[in-house]
């Protein structure tokens, strides 16, 4: 067991940080996050000085400690990395189905509009069928038309309103 203080944990430090560091960076590929592996090693190593039982050499334990660190933290971003991009896929599947949703509330306003802007007979015969759902020949008979009259006008409507929509 070895008992460390701030003397031994100073040139504990001096003596194997840049080593420690070029280890890790061999897992890392990324001198940043190589340094951030050994500084956690080390600030580990400090916090549980009074507790810590090292049963190996202490060369052998700061490097064992830098790897299975540099692995945890590799593991770590491959899963968050998975999570920002399936976050990201989200949002964008989220985004395209409102835009969807848009185009639609687009389409069906340019339909009222439309509806509105037909001939005055032919929007009544339209508006009787279509929202209130009656069949040509009610609405023949509720206005005292032929039912070849209101089918001509239905037709008529719907002319009209693809011309208008397309």
Do not use: H
Not at 23 to 48: C, G, H, P
Not at 112 to 128: Q, T, V
């Amino acid at each position: 067991m070895i008992l460390i203080d701030k003397n031994i944990y100073k040139n504990l430090f001096d003596e194997f940080y840049e080593p420690l560091c070029n280890f890790a960076y061999r897992y890392m590929n990324d001198y940043d996050s190589s340094e951030d592996v050994v500084q956690e090693v080390f600030t580990y190593l400090w916090i549980k000085r009074k507790d810590l039982k090292i049963n190996t050499s202490i060369k052998s334990y700061l490097f064992s400690a830098v790897k299975n660190k540099s692995i945890e933290k590799i593991r770590r971003n491959k899963l968050e990395t998975k999570y920002i991009s399936q976050k990201l896929l989200e949002a964008k599947q989220f985004e395209q189905e409102d835009e969807e949703e848009m185009d639609k509330l687009i389409l069906i306003k340019k339909l009222y509009d439309s509806i509105e802007e037909l001939p005055e007979k032919c929007k009544l015969i339209f508006k009787m069928a279509k929202e209130e759902g009656l069949t040509y020949n009610e609405i023949s008979t509720k206005l005292n038309l032929s039912v070849k009259t209101v089918e001509s006008q239905m037709r008529r409507a719907f002319i009209l309103l693809r011309e208008k929509i397309s």
